[in-house]
């Protein structure tokens, strides 16, 4: 399977625990997006990084969350000392070109709860 | 700020019809890109169809096709003889001119009946 992998697929966590979350993109896509989904609602942006960049973070991401893509290859979605609040789909999605121009392949997420 | 509205958290319809789901946004850009996603049941989510704000005439892809009206901000998804496969949740979403930020609304869930 050759589309955007995310690992694991579910956590659970106590709160107050860290976590990261893992995304491995199309192999030649060079753009990268983190995207938020609680129950009910729709995907949030988070972040997006071009190759290793990131050039934009939410204000939806505390001091609690950090993204990294080294390389411009992976990325890693940290959450630090999490919150009940912090449940939800994590999905993480890759694309060749803008958005404008291309399409945004999204993996299947991470799903994480905080008891 | 741009929003997306869903009205209709949730339709049924009877397989081999015709359904329309409906989609509203603001924003106060003159470009940007509209797009209607898929996500089945504990399944990724795929784009459906995408249309351009600049251009008049109205996507489509295969049984889907898009009524878009720029003036009135609206962007409803039409399915012609709906499949038990199109069973999911579709949204809506907007984006507004960065090429990269996507704004979705919160979704229709949609049923196809046999």
């Known amino acids: 399977d050759t589309g955007v992998s995310q690992n694991p697929r579910h956590k659970i966590t106590k709160r107050g625990q860290n976590v990261t979350f893992r995304c491995d993109p199309i192999?030649?896509?060079?753009?990268l997006y983190w995207y938020r989904q609680t129950l009910g609602q729709g995907p949030e942006f988070l972040t997006y990084?071009?190759?290793?960049?990131?050039?934009?973070k939410s204000r939806l991401l505390s001091d609690r969350f950090s993204a990294e893509r080294p390389k411009g290859s992976f990325s890693t979605l940290e959450i630090q000392r999490t919150e009940q609040g912090d449940s939800a789909m994590y999905l993480c999605?890759?694309?060749?070109?803008?958005?404008?121009?291309?399409?945004?392949?999204f993996g299947q997420g991470t799903r994480l709860t905080v008891v | 700020a741009q929003t997306v509205t869903q009205s209709q958290p949730e339709m049924s319809v009877q397989e081999a019809e015709t359904v329309t789901l409906s989609c509203t946004y603001d924003?106060?850009?003159?470009?940007?890109?509209l797009f209607w996603y898929k996500q089945p049941p504990s399944r990724q989510m795929i784009l459906v169809i995408r249309?351009?704000?600049?251009?008049?005439q109205n996507a489509t892809e295969n049984r889907f096709s898009v009524n878009f009206q720029k003036a009135a901000k609206s962007f409803s998804l039409k399915i012609s003889d709906s499949q038990l496969g199109d069973t999911a949740m579709y949204f809506c979403?907007?984006?507004?001119?960065?090429?990269?930020?996507?704004?979705f609304g919160k979704g229709t869930l949609l049923t196809v009946n046999p």
């Open positions: 999605a890759s694309s060749l070109m803008a958005l404008g121009e291309g399409e945004a392949f």
């Open positions: 192999s030649e896509h060079n753009r």
């Open positions: 990084f071009q190759n290793e960049a990131q050039l934009e």
């Open positions: 924003t106060s850009e003159n470009n940007y890109y």
């Open positions: 249309q351009e704000a600049y251009k008049q």
């Open positions: 979403a907007g984006d507004w001119g960065s090429n990269y930020k996507l704004t």
